[in-house]
């Protein structure tokens, strides 16, 4: 026993009953303020996933899928040396039965995961595990096998929903809100990895709202063992929802390192219920071009804070139509705050298209709240802007200012910066390698169109608002500055 223990029992033996009483007593309080310190809905490891798996598992499938490869119209060079000793072996090794690569076409074959998600066998996966195929069949946990078909797809989000005729009713499973997952929360992977057939991991909530390379992407990072032929298959939280559609992970050898993504079951709801409406998405679009409001934008602008989204660029569209201007802060959409480029870009996506909705920008200082009535995204994606007409040559004199070399733009030097026509502005035609400005990514060749958030088309008009705002007290400047017709801004240091 422990030392400590033996004391105290030797003293509550030989203690007055009234005395010992006032001890248990302080014990009883201690454990009770003890167990009140504890979060009650805090959680322990279960001891065991086996009644959730067996919930669940019947609504998960494995998908196997079969494309046509056309033949090869060219020969690829030899492998080995024409002559080789080795050569034979190595013809009858890569083609055992001498068809040759000019032989017919031939069948491709890929495997991955998915999960039901109504009685009348909507299946949900991922795009990549069904892109390009010709045939695409459907293994039930019971072994059954069925055909599917393609209902629609978002590569955006890389989720695809299928149909399968089924003489039964299936059992399937409900999505839960990706949105109250914490870290830390336990989560179950479910799918087919490397074509071992039904399998089950179990980790936690790693991290949320990761990003990897979609404008829409949403993750949920988790430890859960995640493989290929886990693609499009469910995570599920303890209470049998689904959160999430494991997606990608992120491996040095292609095997699960513990570091997966599924894609957030709040952003897979909408898709799958558009897909299933109208076999498409249809997602809202304002018509800008925006980047985030870094620290010092935001002290070049007069901002009080980092937040909103700036637009750099105003096409033919909603927001041109609802008096939107570049260098305006969007800072709320809809009635609701706007912290960043990624969020206003989701939830102009998930607005219903052809509604005007309220946009709260930010111009001159001032906020103004604009009506905009949104259109649709997709028909906007396949729309070209027509270039408007050139601009008339300007005097060529140059100017250092800032750490770069600065020169009116012609029209001939428009053309040959791929800029559209009537672009007018100063071409850069030289940035000092030790000058903030090529820190920041300025480079010859760019354009500057604005500068705090005015029009320069000479050299004296970017020398002016140089004065305007050290008179102003700026300790920076605001730049819009276009390369290839894409616009961004930058804010430079008026120390330079």
Known sequence: MHPHAISLSRRADAAPEPLLRLFLALMLGLTLALSQAIPSHAQGAPESFADLADKISPS???????????????ERPPMVPEGSPFEEFFRDFMDPQGRGEQGGPRRSEALGSGFVVSADGYIVTNNHVIEGADDIQIEFFSGNKLEATLVGTDPKTDIALLKVESPTPLPFVSFGNSDEARVGDWVVAMGNPLGQGFSVSAGIVSARNRALSGTYDDYIQTDAAINRGNSGGPLFNMEGEVIGVNTAILSPNGGSIGIGFSMASNVVTKVVGQLREFGETRRGWLGVRIQDVTPDVAEAMGLGEAKGALITDVPEGPAKEAGMMAGDVILSFDGAEVSDTRELVRRVADAPIGEAVDVLVMRDGKNETLLVTLGRREEAEGDEILPTAAAPETDPATAEVLGLTVAPLSSEEAAELGLPGGTEGLAV????????????????????????????????????????????????????????????????????
């Open 60 to 74: 998960v499938v494995n998908i196997t899928t079969s494309t046509t490869i056309a033949a090869p119209t060219q």
């Open 429 to 496: 035609t030289s940035v000092d390698e030790l000058s903030e400005a090529y820190t920041k990514g300025l480079r010859e060749g760019d354009v500057i169109t604005e500068a705090g958030q005015q029009k320069v088309v000479t050299i004296k008009d970017l020398q002016d608002r140089i004065a305007e705002a050290k008179d102003a007290g700026r300790k920076s400047l605001l730049l819009l500055v276009r390369r290839g017709g894409d616009p961004r801004f930058v804010a430079l240091s008026l120390d330079e």
